[in-house]
C-alpha cells in the first residue's frame, strides 16, 4: 500500500480525498505548508500531493525545500489557479492536476506518480 501525503488548507477537500484515497493507500493528511514539511522531512512518502495556496508556507515554498534537503518523493501539485502549468514546469515536480477535482483523473495521476518514485524503480 502506498504511503500519500496530502497538504491542503481546506479541511473539506483532505476529508473528501481521505476518504476517496484511503481504501487503496495509507493517507497522511496536514493542513498546511508547514505541517507538509515537518511530515515529508521525518516520514518517508511514496508521493506528495500539495496544494499550491497554503498557509504558513505555500506549495512553492514547500517544494523548494524538500528538494534543498535532498527529499526526491514524487510531487503532485493541485492547484484552482489559471497559471499552474507554469507554476508546476518551474517548481520541476513530477505532475500537477487542476481543482475542483476530476477522480478519475486524479487517480490516474497518482498511479502515474507512483510509478515514477525512486522507491518503485529501486525495487
Known sequence: MSKILIADDDED?????????????????????????????TVPFDLIVLDLMMPLASGGDVVRQL????????ILLASAAEDLPRRADELHVTAHIAK??????????????LESSPARSAV
Do not use: Q, W
Open 100 to 113: 475542483p477535482y476530476d477522480f478519475g483523473m486524479l487517480e490516474r495521476k497518482i498511479s502515474e506518480c
Open 13 to 41: 477537500v483532505l476529508e473528501c480525498l481521505a476518504l476517496v484515497l484511503g481504501e487503496s493507500h495509507e493517507i497522511v493528511a496536514v493542513a498546511n505548508g508547514e505541517d507538509a514539511l515537518a511530515k515529508a522531512t
Open 67 to 74: 528538494k534543498a534537503a535532498g527529499i526526491a518523493t514524487p
